[in-house]
């Protein structure tokens, strides 16, 4: 549980600064090529296009706040370690649960306050099953493309993807968890500045051979 919590700041560090040493050889080999003064401005907008801009907020849709309703199974998962839902808690057919046992018997609209209650936002469920929006297991390439495919986001545009990501209850969520789990730790501001950013750059993702993780 600790290293799991502690891990991610690392990893965070551990690839901006490949994503920093990428755009200062880049700097330098520009400079090397005789374009001088005019010509460095270009490193203010360091990174288009080779998907750097989406590495440095994927580690919030790696969260397990985000990755325990977009992690592989049928079911939802719990805790920051990601074990199984309690009780046998299933997808069903439209994410909501089976008929016996639908999140909304538990899950409110928001959180309930106390240790272990049930925490809440409106919409609460998995996405459905033809559509599982799944995230584990992928590589930062492939999470990128998979939120992008409309086949598997619903039919979300970018504009309609960013604004899932910016403005969404379930998604807000993450920040703002209930009593005893812990929140993502990327502000929100940040986060939603890192997204608009990848989105004004054209929204790109990371080439399959760059990311090894
Ligand atoms: C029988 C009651 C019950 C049902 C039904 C239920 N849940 Fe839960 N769920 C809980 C409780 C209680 C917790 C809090 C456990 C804790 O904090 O120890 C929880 C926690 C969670 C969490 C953990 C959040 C986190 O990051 O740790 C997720 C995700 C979740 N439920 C999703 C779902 C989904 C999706 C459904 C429906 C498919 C569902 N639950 C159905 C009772 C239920
Ligand atoms: C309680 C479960 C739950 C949690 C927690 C959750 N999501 Fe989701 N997510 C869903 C459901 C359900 C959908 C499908 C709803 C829809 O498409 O309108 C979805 C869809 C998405 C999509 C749509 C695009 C796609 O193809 O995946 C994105 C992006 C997303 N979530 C991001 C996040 C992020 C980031 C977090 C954490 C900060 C998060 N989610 C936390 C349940 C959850």
Known sequence: MKHLQSGFPIVAVGMSVLIFAGAMSVTRSTTAAGNTAGKMTSSA???QGDGALFVEFVSVLRHPRCMNCHSRGDFPRQGDDGHQHAMNVRRGPDGHGVTAEKCS???????????HLPPG??????????????WQGLSDAQICRSIKDPKQNKNRNLNQLVEHLTEDKLVAWGWAPGEGRNPVPMSHDEFSAKVKRWQAAGAPCPSEARIKM
């Open 45 to 47: 907008a360091p990174a």
């Open 105 to 115: 018997t538990c899950h409110q609209d928001h959180n309930l306050s106390g240790a």
């Open 121 to 134: 936002a409106p919409n609460w469920g998995l996405p459905p099953p033809a559509t599982p929006m799944i």
